[in-house]
T-cell receptor, first 114, second 114 residues
Framework: AQSVSQHNHHVILSEAASLELGCNYS??????LFWYVQYPGQHLQLLLK??????LVKGIKGFEAEFIKSKFSFNLRKPSVQWSDTAEYFC????????????FGSGTRLQVQP | NAGVTQTPKFQVLKTGQSMTLQCAQD?????MSWYRQDPGMGLRLIHYSVGAGITDQGEVPNGYNVSRSTTEDFPLRLLSAAPSQTSVYFC?????????????FGPGTRLTVT
């Protein structure tokens, strides 16, 4: 069965600091990868996704992620965070084309201090 | 479009009570699913459906039932509530022929079982 690991459970940054959140998955075949964000009191929103092609994908709000197949990783990055980026971030993977369900990581809570 | 809607937003149940969490989408998505979100565990799949009349179990199906009589609706039934079912429940949907399998999430239902 596939699994997703997010190693950073709680990250605290100051505004303008750079961000990198780790995500590793365990599945040897073709994968679709996602990062979702959940702002306080809100539902999950898609930040970005990777299916094929350029392994560096850009999403909304200045976020990007790089798929490194050899490392089974899909880390999320942002060069300069803002206070409004305070949220919980979830990495997710889908690797079963017959079942569209996502397997989620445990999430990383990001707190950006002004 | 309203997207994915869920009712109620909040619910408190006593142990042993039953209830139905409602989920509806107006995007004509064939695929729908239910997740529960617990602290430190990300989202876990409860049940899913690939179309009207077709449902299947996810990762944590015990204590829950689903049915899918229409494309739009996918209710989740708690048969006999237990404190372990205290959680936030999210419904999601996606296009039937979407390669990316991007899922759209509802706002969630926060359930407390006492």
């Amino acid at each position: 069965a596939q699994s997703v690991s997010q190693h950073n459970h709680h990250v605290i940054l100051s505004e303008a600091a750079s961000l990198e959140l780790g995500c590793n998955y365990s599945y040897g075949g073709t994968v679709n990868l996602f990062w979702y964000v959940q702002y306080p009191g809100q539902h999950l929103q898609l930040l970005l996704k990777y299916f094929s092609g350029d392994p560096l994908v850009k999403g909304i709000k200045g976020f990007e992620a790089e798929f490194i197949k050899s490392k089974f990783s899909f880390n999320l990055r942002k060069p300069s965070v803002q206070w409004s980026d305070t949220a919980e971030y979830f990495c997710a993977v889908n690797s079963d084309t017959g079942r569209r369900a996502l397997t989620f990581g445990s999430g990383t809570r990001l707190q950006v201090q002004p | 479009n309203a997207g994915v809607t869920q009712t109620p937003k909040f619910q408190v149940l006593k142990t042993g009570q039953s209830m139905t969490l409602q989920c509806a989408q107006d995007m004509n998505h064939e695929y729908m699913s239910w997740y529960r979100q617990d602290p430190g565990m990300g989202l876990r799949l409860i049940h899913y459906s690939v179309g009207a009349g077709i449902t299947d179990q996810g990762e944590v199906p015990n204590g829950y039932n689903v049915s899918r009589s229409t494309t739009e609706d996918f209710p989740l039934r708690l048969l006999s509530a237990a404190p372990s079912q205290t959680s936030v429940y999210f419904c999601a949907s996606s296009y039937s022929d979407s390669g990316p399998y991007e899922q759209y999430f509802g706002p969630g239902t926060r359930l407390t079982v006492t």
